[in-house]
């Protein structure tokens, strides 16, 4: 009986360690440092937002078009597709156009988790931390620009 109360009681720990976590505790600002990781970063207007549902997922990711204004790393074209898989807070069921401080991943980058479409740009954001998407204005869209110079 002992014997079986202890192995109950380790198969439960192994349990929870196991289980993936699916949400964080702690939402943590985006740290200016990760923009070296971007691989364009620009200022855009957002437009044709719509949330993607898949099975992976249920919350979906985003995708959107970006209608370049300025770009500050990088290259990119006057218009880009991206996509947003922010299953750490939940996406926004609308966006303003902006314009907004963005910055971006090449498909398959190690920076980002969840690569939501493949041959798309991501919004560059780590677990647990504000994905780099800020409005013209804003302290950390200053914070950014200022971060890479500009």
């Not at 985003?62 to 290259?75: E, N, P, Q, S, Y």
């Not at 069921?93 to 939501?116: K, Q, V, Y």
Request: hydrophobic share 50%; aromatic share 6%.
């Amino acid at each position: 009986m002992r014997n079986h109360l202890v192995h109950l009681l380790l198969l439960s720990a192994l349990a929870g360690v196991a289980t993936p976590a699916f949400a964080c505790r702690v939402h943590n600002p985006a740290e200016m440092a990760d923009l070296a990781e971007a691989d364009v970063i620009l200022w855009g207007r957002i437009s044709n937002y719509a949330i993607v549902p898949n099975e992976r997922n249920p919350g979906g990711h985003a995708r959107f078009d970006i209608l370049v204004d300025d770009v500050l790393k990088g290259t990119a074209t006057d218009r880009v597709t991206a996509t947003w898989d922010n299953s750490t807070f939940g996406l926004p069921e609308a966006m303003p156009a902006g314009p907004f401080l963005i910055a971006l991943r090449h498909p398959g980058s190690d920076a980002i988790s969840g690569n939501a479409a493949r041959g798309v740009f991501t919004v560059l954001q780590r677990p647990c931390a504000e994905a780099f998407l800020f409005a013209r204005g804003s302290a950390q869209a200053a914070a950014a620009a200022k971060s890479i110079g500009r």
